[in-house]
């Protein structure tokens, strides 16, 4: 398997080399079969990376603890499950999967343009396979998954006990490399757009829905590492503004802002350098990300040079980040005339600075994150920059952000009079102050929860308005036509039903108790009682369960089960809590540690009020995203010109 592996990654990065060559040449040179062998060798570059994964996730069914991968990240108790799991448990095999997503998207743009040839292909064929030649030299030279050890283990080490305790981990890390890789398609067309003809609105069209593709795995990326972390680590929260999280959610940011500008260029013809910036822009965050999280420099600042792995990614960021926004200024003057705002008073308007506000998010929080890096790396002493900092610089910004998001929705194009948004706004707004009002007498204290309780409110108003505004009375088949406009209203619902959750889980309590068999303690309204303490012997591990009843005004109300898991290797347990869910309110409790004897057991419980409606959000934004891939319903792609005001001719 080690050889079969060696050997297709070499093969790979020959045919993605031979790709990026022949596309550039045949680009150049005006030469359509060079361009044309370069979109079909695609094909046998996805053919490449599969037969690596597959050669690796055979060695990881079979023991082969020949290769140093699989005796660090896997061993002979480890379930068939974990095992092909250990994938992308550690880095090298996690840039096996990453490299098997690129291909994959290679070979589709390469598939979806048989016939259909954009002027931007050749030179987007020639950054696809360009990006992918850069990482498939990262597993071929310095990441070498395959490398042999010198005296073979009888057995591995196994999985990180964290990536083995849930099934979470199946769907969590694809998914966010579904989002991360999606990227390189609009910033492969971006590209091409500006080497071929200049850019236009063209490449903006081509590229919607592999964007939003992207867009959409990478939501639902971090909607499942929110509910990994909340199901599974134990700490009641689900968002620690952790640095590996951070970096996940940058290129979110900047991709939400440009899916809104570039309806600016589509029907407008404005912004396009901003466009080309803001994609050029998430595709560096997306390197960025890989560069501080695969680089090992999230760990040590000081780790970096221990590994090429680190260096090649940061003189691939600088590539990008030179070349990208480099072709941005030489272009700048070829994009066509700028265009302007007609009104402040417009949708135009509210996208303008709906994306002054994400970009203003995503520098505060890129900020906080890299800091302690630079400080590291000046000072060489180890700093932090802890939750208070995010809450307090970002938490304002998407309140005006959930503002923008409602007056944009129902604001038309170009401009609207004041009596017009009275109206449209009415009812959203007495709603909205509805919202306030009722959170206050609930006692809700907090003057940012109580705000944002009522910009959600609106923001949800607004869109369930203007959804049924465009489905009463229509046939379905102009409803089904119009699901473009309508799946974006969804994805705001989305939005603010998920603010909900983040700002009513801030309104909760907790407490941690220590207990015997038989003894109860009241929280949340509920008494619980530890009823006794059992261990089970799995195959990978030893689980030791708290079985505590719960009762409610002296009825039962079920048992919660929350365990400690001891992994072999392992120098501490890892805990699986115990969650009772529901719409209003989650009973979080957690078990912390018992005692030798096992006669006590000390829990840490949460009461944590509206998260369940976070995942409601994100299936919400999910669906929103799917709807919105529809065509656009046949309309000028920029809207013709205001006519001009006539002046009066005076006498003179």
């Not at 259909?116 to 030279?141: I, K, M, Q, T």
């Not at 592999?210 to 499942?224: C, D, H, K, M, Q």
């Not at 700048?332 to 135009?348: I, K, N, T, V």
């Amino acid at each position: 398997m080690s050889r079969v592996g060696i050997v297709a990654l070499s093969l790979a990065l020959g045919l993605a080399v031979y790709g990026s060559i022949a596309a550039v040449l045949g680009a150049r040179r005006r030469r359509p079969l060079l361009v044309e062998s370069s979109r079909t060798v695609s094909y046998s570059l996805l053919a490449m990376v599969v037969a690596a994964n597959a050669a690796m996730l055979a060695a990881l069914l079979a023991d082969d603890f020949s290769i140093r991968y699989v005796a660090e990240n896997s061993s002979r108790a480890t379930p068939a499950f974990f095992k092909v799991l250990a994938l992308w448990s550690a880095d090298e095999g996690s840039l096996l999967l990453w490299n098997l997503v690129l291909a994959g998207y290679v070979s589709a743009v390469a598939f979806r343009f048989r016939r259909d040839r954009p002027p931007e292909l050749p030179w987007a064929l020639a950054v696809l396979h360009g990006v992918a030649a850069f990482y498939l030299a990262l597993v071929v030279g310095p990441a070498g998954p395959f490398e042999s050890v010198a005296a073979v283990p009888p057995d591995g080490r196994g999985p990180l006990p964290l990536l083995q305790n849930h099934p979470l981990m199946a769907a969590h890390p694809p998914a966010l490399y579904l989002g991360f890789i999606g990227f390189t398609v609009p910033f492969a067309f971006a590209v091409g757009a500006m080497l071929s003809r200049g850019p236009s609105a063209r490449w903006l069209r081509v590229t919607r829905r592999w964007t939003l593709v992207a867009w959409i795995f990478l939501s639902a990326g971090l909607v499942l590492g929110a509910l990994w972390s909340y199901g599974v680590l134990g700490w009641g929260g689900y968002w620690a503004w952790d640095p590996v999280e951070n970096v996940a959610l940058l290129p979110w940011l900047t991709a939400t802002a440009f899916l809104h500008s570039a309806m600016l260029q589509e029907r407008r013809g404005l912004v396009p350098a901003w466009n080309l910036s803001l994609i050029v822009g998430t595709f560096a965050l997306v390197t960025l990300a890989t560069f501080l999280t695969r680089g090992s420099i999230l760990a040590s600042v000081h780790a970096f040079a221990d590994s090429l792995v680190g260096p090649m990614y940061l003189g691939f960021l600088v590539v990008i980040l030179v070349g990208g926004f480099g072709l941005v200024v030489a272009r700048f003057g070829r994009s066509g005339p700028p265009g302007r705002l007609d009104s402040p008073l417009s949708r135009e308007a509210a996208f303008v600075a709906n994306n002054f506000v994400l970009v203003s998010m995503t520098f505060l929080v890129l900020v906080g994150t890299i800091l302690p890096l630079v400080i590291e790396a000046l000072t060489g002493q180890r700093a932090t920059v802890g939750e208070p900092y995010f809450v307090r610089t970002a938490a304002p910004l998407f309140l005006i952000l959930l503002l923008f998001v409602g007056v944009g929705t129902v604001l038309p194009w170009r401009r609207a009079s004041p009596a017009e948004i009275r109206g449209r706004l009415a009812v959203p707004a007495l709603l909205g102050s509805a919202a306030m009002l009722g959170s206050a007498l609930l006692g809700v204290r907090e003057v940012e929860a109580v705000l944002g309780f009522g910009l959600a409110a609106f923001v949800a108003a607004a869109n369930v308005s203007e959804i049924a505004l465009r489905i009463r009375g229509r046939p379905a088949r102009e409803v089904v036509r119009d699901r473009r406009r309508v799946g974006g209203l969804v994805a705001h619902l989305g939005i603010a039903v998920a603010a909900v959750a983040v700002i009513a889980s801030s309104l909760g309590s907790e407490a941690e108790v220590t207990l015997r068999p038989g003894e109860p303690a009241v929280f949340a309204g509920r008494v619980l009682r530890l009823e006794g303490i059992r261990s089970r012997v799995e195959p990978h591990r030893r689980v030791i369960v708290a079985d505590v009843a719960v009762s409610r005004h002296g009825e039962p109300d079920g048992t919660l089960t929350p365990s400690l898991n001891l992994y072999p290797g392992a120098s501490e347990p890892i805990g699986t809590p115990a969650i009772r869910w529901s719409f209003g309110s989650d009973l979080y409790a957690s078990l912390v540690a018992v005692d030798g004897s096992g006669e006590r057991a000390t829990f840490r419980l949460y009461r944590n009020p509206g998260v369940s409606w976070l995942w409601v959000g994100g299936v919400l934004v999910a669906l929103g995203g799917t709807m919105a891939m529809a065509r656009r319903s046949t309309r000028p792609t920029v809207a013709p010109p205001a006519p001009a005001r006539r002046e009066p001719v005076g006498v003179g």
